[in-house]
């Protein structure tokens, strides 16, 4: 309408060569985080702060979040007078916990496995430490596909700011792995083999459950990546930056290092890009971040020599719920539509690009631009 202002979601996105030193990567993520959180003006001294990093298991980048990204922020957090945790609970094929205990290994331990963990000064959350019944509580939103609610982190009460540190991956169920999926590491093992009942794969998913004593009733909803990105509005007020550090990416299956973990490797490996120019990217916006996530992820599939991305071609066939990245537009994601319909974003991103090849830059564009 006439003179009304359209607010635009600002994301900043910094190029960064493959052989590039970690001081200078350190250098770039905090440019971008300091300009994506408006230089912290939301920041008290005293404040507590969840970093969420994708710890879905204990292998290294680009299969978990970089470890360069967590040192970084928590650095700049705690030089402002910040209480900064680092949280999360891994996948239930390495961790899993039910009302009786834990069956299997620990986040921590992932957390230290993975790379993330080398450094003694982090303060690190395993949510499953908390307790079964004293570590999560029942989130209940009227306009969430979750009728009964979903059982969360009680670090999602006592922190005052979460900033989500996903990494860039595809993944054998939903497609891709990035911001919104992140959030799964929230949930406590009971609200998690809910919403996995309603996607695909379900026989796999149950053979990890293997030994733990949960409701696998289905609940025909049919909702599968409606409650993952509805476990936003449990942290929609909370989350102040969403940040990507993209030098590497997994572009076919995942989240792991491979889709099914067998013993000490497993089948069907991710495929690993590491591109000439990276980015780093981030935003107050978790649509936004999505979107040029997804973008990203596509261009380096379509880069992708072919006889690298067949098998994942033919596991396509098999799973119907998700698309090839190179034919399908990053708006019609589900994560997205979803997002937009719930209000989790808007949609109308404002990029702001730093030493950003040409070529990309005009890639990037193309496929953020709404085509409807």
Same mark, same amino acid.
């Given at each position: 309408m006439?003179?009304? &202002?359209? +607010?635009?979601s600002?994301?900043?996105i910094d190029?960064?060569?493959a052989?590039? #030193? $970690?001081?200078e990567l350190?250098? @770039?993520?905090?440019?971008v985080?300091?300009?994506?959180?408006?230089n912290?003006s939301?920041?008290?001294?005293?404040?507590?702060?969840?970093l969420?990093?994708?710890?879905?298991?204990?292998?290294?980048y680009p299969?978990?979040?970089?470890?360069?990204s967590?040192l970084?922020i928590?650095?700049?957090?705690?030089q402002k007078?910040?209480?900064?945790?680092?949280?999360?609970? &891994?996948? +239930?094929?390495?961790?899993l916990?039910d009302?009786?205990?834990?069956h299997?290994? #620990? $986040?921590?331990?992932?957390?230290k @496995?993975?790379?993330?963990g080398?450094e003694?000064n982090?303060k690190?959350?395993g949510?499953e430490?908390e307790?079964?019944?004293d570590g999560?509580?029942n989130?209940?939103?009227?306009?969430s596909?979750w009728k009964?609610g979903f059982?969360?982190?009680?670090w999602?009460?006592?922190a005052?700011h979460?900033?989500n540190l996903?990494?860039?991956?595809?993944?054998a169920l939903t497609?891709?792995?990035?911001g919104?999926?992140?959030m799964?590491g929230?949930?406590?093992d009971?609200s998690?083999?809910?919403?996995h009942?309603n996607g695909t794969l379900?026989?796999?998913?149950?053979?990890f459950?293997k030994?733990a004593k949960f409701?696998?009733?289905?609940d025909?909803s049919?909702?599968f990546?409606e409650?993952i990105?509805?476990?936003g509005?449990?942290?929609k007020?909370?989350?102040r930056?969403?940040?990507?550090?993209?030098?590497?990416?997994?572009?076919?299956?995942?989240?792991d290092k491979?889709?099914?973990?067998?013993r000490?490797?497993?089948?069907?490996?991710a495929h690993?890009?590491?591109p000439d120019?990276g980015i780093?990217?981030?935003?107050?916006?978790p649509?936004?971040t999505?979107v040029l996530?997804?973008a990203f992820l596509?261009i380096?599939?379509s880069?992708?020599?072919?006889?690298?991305?067949?098998?994942?071609k033919t596991f396509?066939?098999?799973?119907r719920?998700i698309k090839?990245l190179s034919?399908?537009?990053?708006?019609d994601?589900?994560?997205?539509?979803?997002?937009l319909h719930?209000?989790?974003?808007?949609?109308l991103?404002?990029?702001?690009y730093?030493?950003?090849?040409?070529?990309?830059?005009?890639q990037l564009?193309?496929l953020?631009q709404r085509k409807k």
């Amino acid at each position: 309408m006439c003179g009304m &202002s359209v +607010i635009m979601s600002d994301i900043f996105i910094d190029g960064i060569e493959a052989n590039a #030193s $970690s001081h200078e990567l350190s250098g @770039k993520i905090k440019d971008v985080f300091l300009k994506a959180s408006d230089n912290l003006s939301w920041l008290s001294p005293g404040d507590t702060v969840l970093l969420k990093p994708a710890l879905n298991s204990f292998y290294p980048y680009p299969a978990t979040t970089h470890p360069q990204s967590i040192l970084t922020i928590a650095e700049i957090l705690a030089q402002k007078g910040a209480n900064v945790f680092v949280g999360d609970q &891994s996948g +239930i094929e390495h961790v899993l916990v039910d009302k009786f205990g834990s069956h299997k290994k #620990s $986040s921590k331990w992932c957390f230290k @496995k993975s790379g993330m963990g080398k450094e003694n000064n982090l303060k690190f959350i395993g949510f499953e430490e908390e307790g079964w019944k004293d570590g999560y509580f029942n989130y209940k939103n009227s306009s969430s596909t979750w009728k009964n609610g979903f059982y969360v982190t009680k670090w999602v009460q006592k922190a005052d700011h979460i900033i989500n540190l996903p990494r860039l991956s595809t993944h054998a169920l939903t497609g891709v792995s990035l911001g919104f999926k992140n959030m799964v590491g929230l949930l406590r093992d009971d609200s998690r083999m809910n919403f996995h009942l309603n996607g695909t794969l379900v026989p796999i998913i149950k053979s990890f459950a293997k030994g733990a004593k949960f409701d696998l009733s289905h609940d025909h909803s049919h909702t599968f990546f409606e409650k993952i990105t509805d476990i936003g509005m449990a942290i929609k007020d909370k989350l102040r930056v969403t940040l990507f550090t993209g030098t590497q990416a997994q572009v076919t299956f995942g989240p792991d290092k491979h889709a099914i973990p067998i013993r000490k490797t497993g089948m069907f490996s991710a495929h690993v890009v590491t591109p000439d120019t990276g980015i780093i990217f981030a935003g107050s916006d978790p649509v936004a971040t999505e979107v040029l996530a997804i973008a990203f992820l596509s261009i380096l599939y379509s880069e992708t020599p072919i006889l690298k991305k067949q098998i994942w071609k033919t596991f396509l066939l098999s799973n119907r719920s998700i698309k090839d990245l190179s034919k399908s537009d990053v708006w019609d994601n589900p994560f997205i539509k979803r997002a937009l319909h719930t209000g989790l974003g808007n949609g109308l991103i404002n990029p702001h690009y730093t030493a950003i090849p040409g070529k990309l830059k005009h890639q990037l564009n193309d496929l953020i631009q709404r085509k409807k």
